[in-house]
């Protein structure tokens, strides 16, 4: 077993102990391998242990890493870093999910270049929920708006939320975070019926997302290891 079967694995109790100790089903939850700056044969070496999704954080990354794994049709690729708009039109062609829609401009764009002969993108919306100035995202109060407009995009499918929360150690006050993102996902999910995923917690908050309600935790460094970015910029 390579070291990164035995973390997939490693993981994968995580989520399934934490799932447990809230009455929660495993199964409902997704694990997103959050690939970025790692190459391609540690994909691979993922998908040899069973993992089919992957998150990537930099764009011409991300669709370099695509293409060279095209013989693998059944991964899901998600789009889960800041996108600029000279770069929507990669997402639009070459990935199955983007987590961060935080402004009208970028939906529209994407669902303009989204090929006719792919499915719709399936699309989450970016919620600020710590208020940080660093961090992109929309404010709470402002998604019902946005969500009706990015709903109306025939080439795009809402899908839910997604979110950041400012790094916190105590766990209840993490999980109170995760709750306030959890009440507007569902708030979300009583007015479009394709909404169905969450997208909370990282290594450090898995636990409280997961109690809270998230569908889909992103996880790298646990996975994959330390990260690398002396050879990375912003793409």
Known sequence: ????????????????????????????????????????????????????????NYVQEGVEKIQTLAAYPTLAWHFIGPLQSNKSRLVAENFAWCHTIDRLRIARR???????????????????????????????????ELAQAVAALPRLRLRGLMAIPAPESDYQRQLAVCQQMAAAFHALKAYYPDVDT??????????????????????????????????HSQQ
């Open 198 to 231: 969450l997208s909370l917690g990282m290594s450090d908050d898995l636990e409280a997302a997961i109690a809270a309600g998230s569908t889909l935790v992103r996880i790298g460094t646990a996975i994959f290891g330390a990260r690398d970015y002396a050879q």
């Open 110 to 144: 994407l669902n303009d270049q989204r090929p006719e002969c792919l499915a719709p993108l399936n699309v989450l919306i970016q919620v600020n929920i710590s208020d940080e100035n660093s961090k992109s995202g929309i404010m709470l109060e402002a998604l019902p």
């Open 1 to 56: 077993m390579t070291s990164i079967q035995h973390n997939l694995q490693q993981v994968r109790q995580r989520i399934s102990a934490a799932a447990q100790r809230c009455g929660r089903d495993p199964e409902e939850i997704t694990l997103l391998a959050v690939s970025k700056t790692k190459p391609a044969s540690d994909v691979e070496e993922a998908v040899a242990a069973g993992q089919l999704a992957f998150g990537e």
